[in-house]
Each structure stands twice: as C-alpha cells, then as structure tokens.
C-alpha cells in the first residue's frame, strides 16, 4: 500500500490521530501519578518522623 493510499481524507496519515490521542492520553496520566507520588512520599515522611518521635520519647 502506498502511502497515498494510507492517509484520510484530512491528509494526515490514518494512526496519527491515534498515536496523538495516545500520548496526549500517556502525558496526563504522567502528571496524574507525579502529583500522588509526591503525595504519597510526603506523608511517608511525616509517618517515619512520627514513628521515629514515638520511639525515642515513648509516646
């Protein structure tokens, strides 16, 4: 198949639109996780600042 052939009717090849889709869809699932994991090492932090408080006063 020639390349042609391959493209829509826009011009563009026909898996462009997806493959755009697709890292559009991987980029904000990227920030999705970055954000919880920053989250998540922050209050990682705090528990083994509490715990470490426990242990050396007896809370």
Do not use: N, P, Q
């Not at 996780?33 to 920053?38: N, V």
């Not at 990682?44 to 426990?54: D, H, N």
Request: hydrophobic share 40%; with cysteine; proline share 0%.
């Amino acid at each position: 198949m020639s390349i042609r052939e391959a493209k829509s009717e826009g011009g563009r090849a026909v898996g462009e639109d997806y493959w755009r889709y697709e890292c559009r869809k991987a980029r904000k699932e990227r920030e999705h996780y970055k954000c919880w994991s920053a989250a998540l090492f922050y209050l990682l932090g705090f528990a083994t600042m509490v715990i470490m408080y426990l242990v050396m006063y007896g809370g």
